[in-house]
């Protein structure tokens, strides 16, 4: 019975060690990619750019995040045979996914809703400037009409 126990025993110690160092990979390998991420955004073409589109880079790092995680998940859910092993990466590493995945796409969605809100600020404003402009010749008064209108009659009706 005590060789049955010490058999379950190392089995869930494996168990939480590969996930253990599953997430540990995860973590490396998400803060190298958030590094490469965040070099390759802070200089491109030999001049800085100013990060002010935090919330698209933020977004990117959760779906580059994602898909790192989704990896380890399934490489992790690959290498164990028993289904009822499974089940923690199945449901840690899709959990995180799915939340990681939402979060970046939610994120890039809201930058390209800002930098809608101002390219529409900018033409509003284009917009009220030429109208400014154009409004003295808008708003003169009639001419009069000198002589007869185009396609009037010469002499009076009959």
Request: proline share 4%; with cysteine.
């Amino acid at each position: 019975m005590s060789a049955a126990l010490l058999a379950v025993t190392a089995e869930s110690r494996r168990v939480s060690d590969t996930i253990t160092v599953g997430y540990v990979l995860g973590a490396i390998a998400l803060f190298v990619s958030l590094g490469v991420l965040l070099a390759f955004g802070a200089r491109r073409g030999g001049h800085n750019v100013r990060m002010n589109h935090w919330r698209f880079w933020l977004g990117a790092a959760c779906i580059a995040a994602a898909a790192i995680v989704g990896i380890i998940g399934y490489l992790q859910l690959s290498e164990e045979p028993l289904v009822n092993h499974q089940i923690p990466y199945l449901a840690s590493a899709g959990a995180a996914l799915i939340i990681l995945s939402v979060l970046g796409g939610s994120l890039i969605v809201a930058e390209q809703v800002r930098a809608d809100e101002y390219k529409i600020a900018e033409l509003e404003a284009a917009v009220s400037a030429l109208a400014t402009a154009v409004a003295p010749d808008i708003e003169a008064p009639a001419r009069r009409a000198t002589g007869n209108p185009p396609g009037a009659l010469d002499g009076p009706a009959l």
